[in-house]
C-alpha cells in the first residue's frame, strides 16, 4: 500500500492528473478483484464444510441401511418358512393329523410371540432435520432415500397391525381357557418356552379357541403374498441406496 501511495503522490506532483487516475481506476480494480477472489475462496470454504457434513450424514445413513440390509433379511427368511409351515399345519389340523406336535406348536406361537424389528432411521431424520438434505444435487438420491423410508414405514405399519392383530386373539385363547386345555397346565410345569407342552387332539378342534387359531394360521399362511413382497422391495431398494450413496461419495 505505500508503494501505492508514493506512486499517486508522485503523480500529483507532476501534474500528471490523467495518468493518475488511470493509476486510481486501476488501483480499485485490484482491490474489487481481491475482494471477489476472498469472497469466491470464503464460498468454497463454506461450501466443503456444508458438503462434508452432508456426507458423514450419507455415511452414517448408508450404515444404517447396510443394517437394516440383514434385518430384512432375516425377517423375509423367517415370515417364508413361517407361512409355509401354518399351510401345512392347517392342512393337518383340517385332516385330523396331530402325529407332530413340535410342528403345530411351532406355527402357532410363531404367530403369537412378538417379531422384534431393529430399524435405524436416525441418521436420516437428523440429515432433515439438519436442513443438508437440500444440499443433495442428486434427484436419484434423494428420490431413492424418501422411497425406502417409505417402504421401511409400511413394513413397520403392517408388522404392528398384525402384531396388535395376534395380542388381541392370544387374550381372547386364554379367556376362553384354549391355552389352559392345550398346554394341559393343570397335568406339568413348563420351564421352557421351545419344549413341547402342547397337545392339540380332536376334542381341541370343538373348542371356541380352534377356530381363532385356524384364524393366526391362515393369516400365517398369507404373509408369504402379503409380507413378503414389502421385504423383497425393501431388499432392493436398501442395495440401490447403498450403492447411489456410495457413487455420490465417490464424486465429491
Same mark, same amino acid.
Given at each position: 500500500?505505500?508503494?501505492?501511495?508514493?506512486?499517486?503522490?508522485?503523480?500529483?506532483?507532476?501534474?500528471?492528473?490523467?495518468?493518475?487516475?488511470?493509476?486510481?481506476?486501476?488501483?480499485?480494480?485490484?482491490?474489487?478483484?481481491?475482494?471477489?477472489?476472498?469472497?469466491?475462496?470464503?464460498?468454497?470454504?463454506?461450501?466443503?464444510?456444508?458438503?462434508?457434513?452432508?456426507?458423514?450424514?450419507?455415511?452414517?445413513?448408508?450404515?444404517?441401511?447396510?443394517?437394516?440390509?440383514?434385518?430384512?433379511?432375516?425377517?423375509?427368511?423367517?415370515?417364508?418358512?413361517?407361512?409355509?409351515?401354518?399351510?401345512?399345519?392347517?392342512?393337518?389340523?383340517?385332516?385330523?393329523?396331530?402325529?407332530?406336535?413340535?410342528?403345530?406348536?411351532?406355527?402357532?406361537?410363531?404367530?403369537?410371540?412378538?417379531?422384534?424389528?431393529?430399524?435405524?432411521?436416525?441418521?436420516?431424520?437428523?440429515?432433515?432435520?439438519?436442513?443438508?438434505?437440500?444440499?443433495?444435487?442428486?434427484?436419484?438420491?434423494? $428420490?431413492? @432415500? !424418501?422411497?425406502? &423410508?417409505? =417402504?421401511?414405514?409400511?413394513? +413397520?405399519?403392517?408388522?404392528?397391525?398384525? /402384531?396388535?392383530?395376534?395380542?388381541?386373539?392370544?387374550?381372547?385363547?386364554?379367556?376362553?381357557?384354549?391355552?389352559?386345555?392345550?398346554?394341559?397346565?393343570?397335568?406339568?410345569?413348563? $420351564?421352557? @418356552? !421351545?419344549?413341547? &407342552?402342547? =397337545?392339540?387332539?380332536?376334542? +381341541?378342534?370343538?373348542?371356541?379357541?380352534? /377356530?381363532?387359531?385356524?384364524?393366526?394360521?391362515?393369516?400365517?399362511?398369507?404373509?408369504?403374498?402379503?409380507?413378503?413382497?414389502?421385504?423383497?422391495?425393501?431388499?432392493?431398494?436398501?442395495?440401490? @441406496?447403498?450403492?447411489?450413496?456410495?457413487?455420490?461419495?465417490?464424486?465429491?
Amino acid at each position: 500500500m505505500k508503494i501505492f501511495n508514493k506512486k499517486r503522490k508522485k503523480l500529483v506532483y507532476q501534474n500528471q492528473f490523467k495518468e493518475y487516475l488511470i493509476y486510481a481506476i486501476g488501483e480499485i480494480f485490484l482491490v474489487v478483484i481481491g475482494i471477489l477472489i476472498a469472497l469466491k475462496v470464503n464460498n468454497y470454504n463454506e461450501t466443503q464444510i456444508l458438503n462434508n457434513v452432508t456426507n458423514d450424514y450419507l455415511i452414517k445413513i448408508r450404515f444404517n441401511v447396510l443394517e437394516d440390509l440383514k434385518e430384512t433379511e432375516r425377517l423375509l427368511k423367517f415370515r417364508n418358512e413361517n407361512s409355509d409351515l401354518c399351510n401345512e399345519v392347517s392342512a393337518m389340523l383340517i385332516a385330523n393329523d396331530f402325529s407332530d406336535q413340535m410342528k403345530i406348536q411351532e406355527a402357532i406361537i410363531n404367530m403369537i410371540v412378538e417379531v422384534e424389528l431393529n430399524y435405524s432411521r436416525s441418521a436420516f431424520e437428523s440429515l432433515k432435520n439438519s436442513g443438508h438434505l437440500s444440499y443433495i444435487e442428486n434427484s436419484t438420491l434423494e $428420490t431413492l @432415500l !424418501f422411497d425406502y &423410508y417409505i =417402504n421401511t414405514d409400511q413394513i +413397520l405399519m403392517r408388522e404392528i397391525d398384525q /402384531k396388535n392383530w395376534a395380542n388381541e386373539l392370544e387374550v381372547e385363547l386364554d379367556r376362553n381357557g384354549f391355552i389352559y386345555d392345550w398346554t394341559q397346565l393343570d397335568k406339568k410345569v413348563i $420351564t421352557d @418356552l !421351545f419344549a413341547l &407342552y402342547g =397337545n392339540y387332539n380332536k376334542n +381341541l378342534k370343538s373348542h371356541p379357541g380352534h /377356530k381363532i387359531v385356524m384364524r393366526l394360521l391362515f393369516r400365517g399362511g398369507t404373509n408369504k403374498s402379503i409380507m413378503s413382497p414389502l421385504y423383497i422391495k425393501h431388499i432392493e431398494l436398501a442395495k440401490k @441406496l447403498v450403492e447411489e450413496i456410495e457413487l455420490y461419495l465417490k464424486d465429491q
